[in-house]
C-alpha cells in the first residue's frame, strides 16, 4: 500500500465551487506539506505543517486554506476555485529527522477549474 | 530572479548517452542539494543528495555541489529507456527549512 495517499487523483470544477483535496500517511511522520505543480515553475510550496497544533503558510498561500485532522491527515482547501488554480497538486511528508528534510510524495491530484 | 533556475529542456538523447543536468541557485546559505526524479502521472522521489560542494557517486549517477558558483549537477552515464522522467534539483538550509525545488528538467531517451 502507498505511504502517502491522495484523494481524489482527478477533479473538474466550476469557477466559484468549493474544493477541499485530502491527504493521508502512514509513515509517521510529522511534517506534511502541500505543494502544486505548474509547468516552468515547479513545485511550489502551499502549506506546511510540523505538527497537529502548527500550521505555516508557504509561498503561495493565497486562495487556499489548510486542516491538519490528525498526524496522519492534513487537508488542503479551495474556498472559491478560480482558473488559475488549475494545476497539479501534491501531498509531502518528512520525519524531520536527518539534515536532508527528504519529502516523500503523494501521487498528485489533478485538478481542473472551469 | 528566481531562488533556483533550471532548463526546463525537454532533452532528448539517444540510449547509452551521457546526460548532464544543471541548476543555479542564488541563495548562499543553501547546504544540502538534492535530485528527485519524477515519472510521468507520479510524486517526485529523492534520488541523490549531497552536502556543501564536492561530488557523489550512486551508480550511473553523479552529483556534483559547486558552492563557489552556487551551480549544481547531475551526470547519467550509459543513459537507459527508464531514465526517462522529469529531474528536478532541491535544497535547503538546514532540515528545519523549507526545501527550495527547481522547476525540472523533462528527459527522453530514446532506445
Known amino acids: 500500500d502507498a505511504d502517502v495517499t491522495q484523494t481524489p487523483r482527478n477533479r473538474i470544477t466550476k469557477t466559484g465551487k468549493r474544493i477541499m483535496l485530502e491527504c493521508s500517511q502512514t509513515?509517521?511522520?510529522?511534517?506534511m506539506y502541500w505543494y502544486r505543480q505548474d509547468p516552468g515553475l515547479g513545485l511550489r510550496l502551499i502549506y506546511y505543517?510540523?505538527?497537529?497544533?502548527?500550521?505555516n503558510k508557504g509561498e503561495i498561500s493565497d486562495g487556499y486554506s489548510v486542516s491538519r485532522q490528525a498526524q496522519a491527515k492534513f487537508s488542503l482547501s479551495l474556498e472559491s476555485a478560480i482558473p488559475n488554480q488549475t494545476a497539479l497538486y501534491f501531498c509531502a511528508t518528512s520525519s524531520g529527522i536527518g539534515p536532508y528534510n527528504e519529502q516523500f510524495f503523494g501521487p498528485g491530484t489533478r485538478l481542473t477549474v472551469l | 530572479q528566481k531562488e533556483v533556475e533550471q532548463d526546463p529542456g525537454p532533452l532528448s538523447v539517444p540510449e547509452g548517452a551521457i546526460v548532464s543536468l544543471n541548476c543555479t541557485y542564488s541563495n548562499s546559505a543553501f547546504q544540502y542539494f538534492m535530485w528527485y526524479r519524477q515519472y510521468s502521472r507520479k510524486g517526485p522521489e529523492l534520488l541523490m543528495y549531497t552536502y556543501s560542494s564536492g561530488n557523489k557517486e550512486d551508480g550511473r549517477f553523479t552529483a556534483q555541489v559547486d558552492k563557489s558558483s552556487k551551480y549544481i549537477s547531475l551526470f547519467i552515464r550509459d543513459s537507459q529507456p527508464s531514465d526517462s522522467a522529469t529531474y528536478l534539483c532541491a535544497m535547503t538550509e538546514t532540515s528545519y527549512d523549507k526545501v527550495i525545488f527547481g522547476p525540472g528538467t523533462s528527459l527522453s531517451v530514446i532506445p
Open positions: 509513515k509517521g511522520h510529522d511534517r
Open positions: 505543517s510540523f505538527d497537529v497544533k502548527d500550521i
